[in-house]
């Protein structure tokens, strides 16, 4: 492996709790999903991550059973990224990331965004409530870098 850690090599090692793009919060039992199918897309919601530590819209809608593409924009000077999840898994990850700076993300439930860039994730939202998302980089999500998906039945 090179100097950079990747997700896959912390989840081997047990070094924290699966994605939770994978399993429902063990803890919570809060079920915010799977990968979604690309070709079974509804729609496209584009959320630009900014520099002043906010994401653009940070409240979302979708229904129970939609499949949607997030495209994280960051037009800023400095990496973001974007990553689903329940909020105590949000603050989990970020603490996670304090302690291994520079660490690689590599699950569906999550988009590394460098500046100028653009990534997106393809997400069903199975089970009616709220999905949180949040900037796990060290400072960003205790900045205020924090949404929610509001999945509704209807």
């Not at 070094?15 to 199918?37: C, F, K, Q, S, T």
């Not at 959320?47 to 960051?74: C, H, M």
């Not at 689903?84 to 569906?108: C, N």
């Amino acid at each position: 492996m090179t100097g950079k850690r990747t997700l896959a090599a912390f989840i081997a090692a047990g070094a924290m709790l699966a994605p939770a793009a994978i399993l429902a919060d063990a803890g919570h039992g809060v079920d915010i999903g799977n990968p979604g199918d690309p070709k079974q897309v509804a729609r496209t919601i584009e959320i630009v991550s900014g520099d002043d530590f906010r994401y653009r819209p940070s409240q979302i809608a979708v229904k129970r059973g939609e499949t949607v593409r997030l495209v994280v924009k960051n037009p800023g000077r400095i990496d973001h990224e974007l990553v689903l999840g329940s909020m105590d898994d949000l603050k989990a990850h970020a603490q996670m990331m304090r302690k291994h700076p520079g660490m690689e993300h590599d699950a569906p439930n999550q988009a590394m965004v460098r500046p100028g860039e653009a990534r997106a994730i393809v997400w069903q939202f199975t089970r009616a409530g709220t999905v949180g998302f949040a900037c796990t980089i060290p400072g960003h999500l205790e900045a205020g870098m924090v949404g929610e998906v509001q999945v509704r039945t209807r």
